[in-house]
Nanobody, 127 residues
Framework: QVQLVESGGGSVQAGGSLRLSCAVS????????MGWFRQAPGKEREGVGA????????YYADSVKGRFTISRDNAKNTLYLQIDSLEPEDTALYYC????????????????????WGQGTQVTVPS
């Protein structure tokens, strides 16, 4: 079955950086969308960004552009999220997700478009 396992979370002071990883296994397609999402306490899950494993640039939510960078290593079936200049508002449980694209070749971080999810990794930025 499909498994997604996130890692790399932790507690980091404001202004610091983290790199999250998401290892995917058991997915039967060679090209698909992968996305990063986050959920802060008391808030809805929101999309951070998404990327197509078949190529192309990542798409980012406006709220994280310039500080978040998504990359992928298809050979390792691993997705990364580099977070720079961390802010207390970035504190959340970060999830990765995977699924076939709704529109071929285009991937957007829409929660409803993803059916496979990891368990999440916590990022805490003390204020």
């Amino acid at each position: 079955q499909v498994q997604l396992v996130e890692s790399g979370g932790g507690s980091v002071q404001a202004g610091g950086s983290l790199r999250l990883s998401c290892a995917v296994s058991g997915y039967g397609y060679s090209t698909y969308c992968m996305g990063w999402f986050r959920q802060a306490p008391g808030k809805e899950r929101e999309g951070v960004g998404a990327i197509y494993t078949g190529g192309g640039d990542a798409y980012y939510a406006d709220s994280v552009k310039g500080r978040f960078t998504i990359s992928r290593d298809n050979a390792k079936n691993t997705l990364y999220l580099q977070i720079d200049s961390l802010e207390p508002e970035d504190t959340a449980l970060y999830y990765c997700a995977a699924d076939r694209p709704v529109v071929s070749g285009y991937c957007y971080p829409v929660v409803a478009d993803f059916g496979y999810w990891g368990q999440g990794t916590q990022v805490t930025v003390p204020s």
